[in-house]
């Protein structure tokens, strides 16, 4: 197969490969770029591998970064522009299901395909176009087949996450995994234990945000994946009710979470924030989650959401809640919604017309908790449309806080 389009990213590359292949080498664009090319999606990272020692790649051109060069890959920089170029290699003794113990640089393209995952991955292609498929790849992209290059046993067994990648790209490409790739994933799934959670949850909010997130969820129930994810080692009856739900596909990564913490049996916000810690997720997530779970949780109560409520959401954790909850049917318009937030008196804590400067200056408190505590009222109170949002009516609104508090 030769491809006579190639996307623009391609073409801004080839001198790339042009230099390296003037100064007798070989050198091959690989990996996802190809595969995606292949099936019209767009690409991310151009990806070069070469037959050159990194050294010998280091004096082919004037600028380059040692990004890997332990695992033969360099970073050449060519009109503001970053290219991964990597040494053919192979790899032996993976004790730790991870990371080889042992990588050592070869001359031939052969060795370093093998090495990789499935066969889709396992194509290179020349400058000109033409696709270099030593593993039956094109027969797998054209199927919708994902095969494990070689021995899947032994593929899963240099790099476990790879049995994660394969149900996330079973959700993303909606392709079937092979009967022999399936049956190593699932008589190796503990491996996965092996895998820091960060490298795991990539894979598993990819497949979530997938083109066939059920496709995906399902080849991790068959293959008993799932019993090794955070928090999932019980909960089949969860990803069941996913894989149950109609054809869905959520926007953000942050809807994904929040759809399933909703259907995870979590009693409070602290469970929440305990769930969604073991999957290392970043503060902001979680804040965000949280804020979209306390509006599913007021939404599927009461059907609709009161001035607090709205205000302590905002409009980010306002949508995601509500693209959610009109998923599983409990939803509101989202114009109403956004318009009754718009309507609040104030959007903003910042934007109470009093701080605790002017309590102070009005020596209605001195410095403690009890100037938090006057200001949440008075906010509440604003919030409320109880007292305008003007200094003057606020003062005397906190004054009678603080007075009643000192009784």
Known sequence: MILDQLPIEFQQAKPIIETIEAAGFDAYFVGGSVRDTILGQPIHDVDIATSAFPAEVKKLFKRTVDTGIEHGTVMILDHGQGYETTTFRTESGYQDFRRPDQVTFVRSLKEDLKRRDFTINALAMRANGEVIDLFAGLTDLQNGILRAVGV?????????????????????????????????????????????????RVEWEKLLMGTEPKRGLTALLTTGLYRYLPQFADQRAVLAQLVALPDWHLPTIESTWTLLVWLLPLPNQAALRQSLKAWKTSNDLIEHVTAAWLVLTAL???????????????????????????????????????????????????????????????????????????????????????VPNESKQLLDFARMVADTKSD
């Open 152 to 200: 899947a046993e032994e593929r899963f067994h240099e790099d476990a996450l790879r049995m994660m990648r394969a149900v996330r790209f079973a959700s993303q490409l909606g392709f079937e995994i092979e009967p022999v790739t399936r049956q190593a994933i699932q008589d190796n799934a503990e491996l996965l234990t092996k895998i820091a959670i960060e490298r795991t």
């Open 300 to 386: 599927k109560a009461n059907g609709h959401l009161t001035a607090p409520e709205l205000f302590n959401a905002g409009t980010a954790a306002l949508t995601t809640a509500n693209t959610v909850a009109n998923l599983l049917g409990f939803g509101q318009p989202m114009s109403t919604l956004l318009a009754d937030y718009a309507a609040l008196p104030i959007q903003h804590k910042r934007d109470l017309a009093i701080n605790g400067g002017d309590l102070l200056k009005n020596h209605l408190v001195t410095p403690g908790p009890q100037m938090g505590q006057i200001l949440a009222q008075t906010l509440l109170a604003v919030v409320q449309g109880q």
